[in-house]
């Protein structure tokens, strides 16, 4: 079982750039899909990126164009590129991977394990 650690949140003014890092534990990184979600205060926890263990990218319409996903499997990391932030992009960001086959890869529940989150505050 991959365990997962966030890093790189922050304090950042709005129309600046922060560079979110999952590192996974574990030698099978490779065989993971893994995502990002986040959680802003009171609300539910949305889906933000994911990439999967052939590369391809997802993302969510309201992050799209201004965040990149990627990973580097040498490094058991996957990595969050967020550019242009806003004050809406303020939330806890969690990273997640899944083993299975295949996956929704929106879906909280396709998600077996999570990391412990990392928090981003954009300031207006």
């Known amino acids: 079982q991959v365990q997962l650690v966030e890093s790189g949140g922050g304090l950042v003014q709005a129309g600046g750039s922060l560079r979110l890092s999952c590192t996974a534990s574990g030698r099978t990184f490779s065989n993971y899909h893994m995502g990002w979600f986040r959680q802003a205060p009171g609300k539910e926890r949305e889906f933000v990126a994911a990439?999967?263990?052939?590369?391809?990218?997802y993302y969510a319409d309201s992050v799209k164009g201004r965040f990149t996903i990627s990973r580097d499997n040498a490094k058991n990391t996957v990595y969050l590129q967020m550019n242009s932030l806003k004050p809406e992009d303020t939330a806890v960001y969690y990273c997640?991977?899944?083993?299975?086959?295949?996956?929704?890869?929106?879906?909280?529940?396709?998600?077996?394990?999570w990391g412990q989150g990392t928090l981003l505050t954009v300031s207006s």
């Open positions: 997640a991977s899944s083993a299975r086959l295949t996956v929704v890869v929106a879906a909280k529940g396709a998600y077996s394990t």
């Open positions: 990439i999967t263990r052939s590369e391809s990218t």
